[in-house]
Structure formats: structure tokens, C-alpha cells
């Protein structure tokens, strides 16, 4: 069993600070690297690690979704739609969790990855190099949708507003999300934030603080059958999300303060490095 003792237990509040940041910035919750340094680097069995993973997922998501809502830049429309299928794929993730080969899973989802990896750095690439990079406007005869939304960019002192597409195959992505958050502790994050900002054309900044709403509740979703097995390590589970608390408040205003199209680069950089990842476990 490992031993939390106070230089293992100010160790894990670091690590859970640089994953609060990861995770509200980019939308990811960071279960990419809580499991594996938990597996990996202090012998946690991986069940428990994924427990524990869901949990700092909520912990982040919590901390950071109400001031995005109040700031506006959450799309909380758009979160609830997907939630519903994202929900269902966690609590169908984590009832699967030990029964399919996750070798198989990992395989397929690496290969994914890499396409979404260079499609985001390319738009970023693009918006760099001709300056900030505005969703087209809608035509003046256009009926908004019901999940077309603005916000205010810091970064730009500007408000940007964007259209809402291609609903029908997002709500089947965040289904499959859902199911990595739930089979694998990953938060879904990962899938959402680039399905966002490429499928459906919403602005990099307002992906990941409706992402960061998403991942949250349906960890939760899955957290609730862990707990229900046991599997949840609370001691090393209140240490992490201490410091992803107070990771995920710092986040929040490099969310504000950053270049969407830097944001864009550091998340496809961020995708890829997960993608060789799961292809080389």
C-alpha cells in the first residue's frame, strides 16, 4: 500500500496543481496523467487509480465550470444536449470497465487522435500567421440556433459569437467520450474539446469551458459505480484535489489572459503526445 506520508503527499499536491491548470485551460481534466502516474510511479491498481482520477475530474470541474457560466464563456446549452449522451457512455464505460481489453481500446483511440492532433494544429498554425481568426458572421436573414452563443475575449478585448453545427454526430462522439471517461478515468476532455471546436465550430476558448461543465458530471456519473465497488481511495484521493484546486483556479486566468490560437497549438501538441502515448502502453 502505499505510503502517504507528508514528502509524498506535498508531491502529489504539486502534481495535482499542474493538472488543475491543464485542466482548466484546456477542457481535459487530466485523467491522461493522474492514472498512469498512479499506476505507474506508486503502484496504485487501476481501478483505484481510475476512481481516484474521476474524482479530481469533479473536484476540477467544479472549481472552474460556475465562473465560466458566470463569465459567459461556458456554452451551457450545448453542454447540457451533449451531456445527456455523455452521461449514458460514462456510466456504460465504467460498468465495462474490466470486461473488454483495454489494449484494443487504447489502440483504436490513438489512431483517432492523430488526425484531430494535426487538424487542430493546422487551424491554429493558420489563425497565427493571419491574425485572430473570427467564426464567420451568420447572414443578416439567418434564424439563429438554439445553441449559437458570444463571449467576451480578454485576450482580443472583443466579444466573439459563434454558430453552432453538426449536432446529430457530436451527440454520438460525447457518447464514445463518455465511455473513455468511464472505461478508461480520462474525462472525456480529450474527445470533446477538439469535437467541439472542429465539428460543431465553436471557438477554442468557449470548448474547453464547456468541456471543463461536461467532463465533470459525467465523471461523476461513472465515480458513483466506483464507489459503489469500492474502489475509491479517499486519503490519496483529497490530497490530489487540493492541489487540482488550486491548479484549476490559477487556470482559469490563463483561460482569460491566452491567445485562443496558442491555446489551440498547446492542445493539439497535448493531443498528440496523448496519442503516442496510448499507442506505445
Do not use: W
Not at 492532433?117 to 451568420?138: C, I, Q, V
Not at 487540482?244 to 498547446?266: C, D, N, P, T
Amino acid at each position: 500500500m502505499f505510503d502517504l506520508n507528508l514528502l509524498n503527499s506535498s508531491l502529489l499536491v504539486i502534481f495535482g496543481f499542474f493538472i488543475g491548470i491543464l485542466g482548466s485551460v484546456m477542457g481535459v481534466g487530466g485523467g491522461i496523467f493522474i492514472v498512469p502516474m498512479l499506476v505507474l510511479a506508486l503502484g496504485i491498481p487501476i481501478h483505484q487509480a481510475i476512481a481516484v482520477s474521476l474524482a479530481a475530474i469533479v473536484a476540477s470541474s467544479s472549481a472552474v465550470a460556475s465562473v465560466n457560466v458566470e463569465r459567459g464563456l461556458a456554452n451551457m446549452r450545448l453542454g447540457v444536449a451533449l451531456e445527456v449522451t455523455t452521461a449514458l457512455g460514462s456510466i456504460a464505460g465504467a460498468l465495462l470497465a474490466g470486461r473488454l481489453s483495454s489494449n484494443i481500446i487504447q489502440l483504436l483511440f490513438a489512431l483517432v487522435l492523430f488526425p484531430v492532433s494535426a487538424g487542430m494544429f493546422m487551424k491554429g498554425r493558420r489563425a497565427l500567421k493571419h491574425g485572430h481568426a473570427r467564426p464567420a458572421p451568420a447572414a443578416a436573414d439567418a434564424i439563429p440556433g438554439v445553441f449559437d452563443s458570444e463571449f467576451f475575449d480578454h485576450s482580443i478585448d472583443s466579444s466573439t459569437s459563434y454558430r453552432v453545427k453538426n449536432m446529430t454526430p457530436a451527440s454520438f462522439i460525447s457518447f464514445f467520450a463518455g465511455g473513455l471517461s468511464g472505461l478508461l478515468g480520462l474525462g472525456g476532455g480529450i474527445i470533446q474539446v477538439p469535437m467541439m471546436n472542429l465539428l460543431c465550430g465553436v471557438p477554442i476558448k468557449a470548448a474547453a469551458a464547456t468541456s471543463n461543465f461536461l467532463i465533470g458530471v459525467s465523471a461523476a456519473a461513472s465515480l458513483f459505480v466506483y464507489l459503489k465497488k469500492g474502489y475509491l481511495m479517499p486519503e490519496l484521493a483529497a490530497v490530489i484535489i487540493i492541489g487540482v484546486l488550486l491548479g484549476s483556479f490559477a487556470g482559469i486566468y490563463i483561460l482569460y489572459k491566452a491567445r485562443s490560437e496558442k491555446i489551440q497549438i498547446a492542445f493539439s501538441a497535448l493531443v498528440f503526445i496523448v496519442a503516442v502515448k496510448m499507442l506505445l502502453k
